[in-house]
């Protein structure tokens, strides 16, 4: 977990092959579907231009239906979801039904600053659509309103790692990696 932009989606493909799991990164899979033009993508882009989270019952569908994939039947590394509470109590339910148990969760730290920074460096280098400056702070703050909150529902589990995000990207993935290291395998 973490802010737009503080690298979660760099982070997270090195430590699936770190743990030979595979990474399901729901932004990835909903822009794979618009640049495929499915009714998904149709749906989800109107959301994900503007800024704003694709109605849950939408991703969740999608992410159910991802981690019941043969490749992670051994176990995966979800990026950009659990995002809202809802998401959170169908990810409980859908981790009991494969018989999975959530390990850890990864909050990386990043100033709000840099991080505008960054996505607006991003803008310029991949041009995604929803990376214009208005975009962008849209999304800070539907992060703060709605993702945020979640870090304290897992702290109470036990379960969050928090990594400061800022530094050179092998630098965080030492600190991903030496937090997860540690953590028993279930
Ligand atoms: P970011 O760099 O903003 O973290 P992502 O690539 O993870 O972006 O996601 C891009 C967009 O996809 C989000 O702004 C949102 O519209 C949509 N999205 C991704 N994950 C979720 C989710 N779990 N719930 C709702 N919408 C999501």
Redesign the pocket.
């Known amino acids: 977990m973490g802010p ?2 503080a690298g ?2 760099t982070q997270a493909k090195f430590v699936a092959a770190h743990f030979g799991i595979p990474a399901i ?4 899979i ?1 822009r794979a579907n618009v640049s495929q033009g499915t009714p998904l993508g149709v749906e ?1 882009k109107r ?2 231009d503007a ?4 109605p849950d019952e939408v ?1 969740n569908r999608m992410v159910r239906n991802r981690i019941e994939e043969p490749d992670a039947a051994e176990g995966f590394l979800l990026d ?5 509470l809802a ?1 959170v109590e169908e990810l409980d339910d859908m981790v009991k039904h494969t018989g999975h148990k959530l390990d850890a969760v990864v909050v990386l730290t990043v100033d709000q600053e840099e991080i505008v920074q960054r996505l607006l460096q991003r803008a310029l280098t991949e041009g995604r659509a ?1 990376d214009t400056e208005e975009v962008i702070r849209r ?1 800070q703050e539907v992060y703060a309103e709605q993702t945020q909150p979640l870090i304290e529902v897992y702290k109470q589990r036990g379960l969050v790692r928090e990594i400061d995000g800022l530094g050179e990207v092998d630098e965080v993935t030492k600190r991903v990696f030496n937090a997860l290291d540690v953590v028993p395998e279930s």
Do not use: I, L, N, W
């Open positions: 737009p932009g979660k989606g990164s729901t932004g990835d909903f989800a959301y994900m800024g704003e989270y694709v991703t950009g979801y659990p995002r809202t998401q929803d999304r």
